[in-house]
């Protein structure tokens, strides 16, 4: 069965080190991946999109790596800050039909 | 300036009524989504319209029916609320139908069937 798993439902680290969430999927064969972040009450919000060719995407203190062969994505916030606190989403993204698939989300707490 | 918008944000309702739940985005978007949000934060795909036409209908109850009006605004209703439909509803919107494409989110509506 297909399934896509992120490594813990929470994860806590201290502020300035470097948060690393794993995104892990069975069954897919996904074209591209994506990231979102959700805070309490929100609605997701984008963060990065990493195609199936492409080993890593940076965007300010975010990078993300797509191993296709492992069926993994890693997702890494380096000197993070407690505003980085917050669930963390992957989603796979698979047909035409733009279907994002979410993955069951880290919550990450930074603390000072 | 809200790109994409939910109303009620709000909803608490008893068993067996019929809700609507509206949804509008301001991004000049084609294609938008009704996703499920549940009380383990999983987020689920239900429909998704571009240019006012069903492109994905995921296995929903048929009591939960989407429409789109024009290509700004995709509703949702539901009829013979069930206890098990409490949930976050989500509605998104991405500029066209394709991988590339970001979804944006509303802020979600919240409903309790009680």
């Known amino acids: 069965s297909q399934k896509i798993e992120q490594n813990s439902e929470a994860l806590n680290i201290q502020e300035g080190k470097t948060a690393t969430l794993t995104c892990n999927y069975t069954?897919?064969?996904?074209?591209?991946l994506q990231w979102y972040r959700q805070d309490p009450g929100r609605g997701p919000v984008f963060l990065l999109l990493i195609r199936e060719n492409e080993k890593e995407k940076r965007k300010e203190r975010l990078k993300v790596t797509f191993d296709t062969t492992l069926k993994q994505s890693l997702f890494h916030i380096t000197a993070s800050q407690p505003a980085d606190s917050a669930t963390y989403l992957c989603?796979?993204?698979?047909?035409?039909?733009?279907?994002?698939?979410f993955g069951t989300g880290t919550r990450l707490q930074v603390t000072l | 300036d809200t790109a994409v918008s939910q109303t009620p944000k709000y909803l608490v309702t008893q068993m067996g009524n019929d809700k609507s739940i509206k949804c509008e985005q301001n991004?000049?978007?084609?294609?938008m989504y009704w996703y499920k949000q549940d009380s383990k934060k999983f987020l689920k795909i239900m429909f998704s319209y571009n240019n006012k036409e069903l492109i994905i209908n995921e296995t929903v109850p048929n009591r939960f029916s989407p429409k789109s009006p024009d290509k700004a605004h995709l509703n949702l209703h539901i009829n013979s609320l069930e206890l098990g439909d409490s949930a976050v509803y989500f509605c998104?919107?991405?500029?066209?139908?394709?991988?590339?494409?970001?979804?944006?989110f509303g802020p979600g509506t919240r409903l309790l069937v009680l």
């Open positions: 991004l000049g978007h084609d294609t």
């Open positions: 989603a796979l993204v698979t047909g035409t039909a733009s279907k994002l698939t």
């Open positions: 069954n897919y064969s996904p074209a591209y």
């Open positions: 998104a919107s991405s500029p066209r139908q394709g991988h590339q494409e970001t979804q944006y």
